[in-house]
């Protein structure tokens, strides 16, 4: 992963890549006024990835790299301590999640439009059903039959 959140075929998995992708959403809907919407987030990811620190192989290339202690304070430096205006966040979670507890993603996101689902786990393998939600608290008008037309392209 760069430091713009590249996840790379030589980089991190795309699961640790999608975990900290929710600290660039916020940190832009912070820094310029923008809506953001965040599936399963990681809130903390530099102390939540930590694990990672060392050579890893890459699951789908077979590819190895090191995350390095760089890429961390890259994370953190970009950590939101609070979110300023929750009415701009759309936060999705699933109770089920294997990898995040969703009570502290709720919580951070406090007064946000929140969906949880329950069950599930972070994959969140029937999303194609929020896609409508996500689209419409973006401001794009969506009917069904373009939503099921996009998601088979």
Do not use: K
């Not at 965040?38 to 060392?54: K, M």
């Amino acid at each position: 992963m760069d430091r713009f959140g590249t996840c790379r075929s030589s980089g991190t998995s795309r699961s640790s890549a999608a975990r900290s992708a929710a600290i660039y959403a916020t940190w832009l809907a912070e820094r310029y006024g923008a809506r953001a919407v965040v599936i399963n987030p990681a809130i903390r990811p530099a102390e939540d990835l930590r694990r990672l620190l060392g050579r890893q192989r890459n699951p789908h290339t077979g590819v190895e790299y090191d995350v390095t202690p760089a890429h961390f304070a890259e994370l953190a430096a970009l950590e939101v301590a609070r979110i300023t205006r929750p009415e701009r966040y759309f936060l999705l979670v699933r109770t089920g999640d294997e990898l995040l507890d969703w009570r502290v993603a709720s919580a951070f996101y406090a007064g946000a439009f929140q969906y949880v689902a329950g069950g599930g786990d972070h994959g969140w393998e029937d999303f194609g059903d929020e896609v409508a939600s996500v689209l419409r608290f973006c401001g794009c008008a969506c009917r069904r039959a373009d939503q099921n037309l996009a998601l088979a392209r």
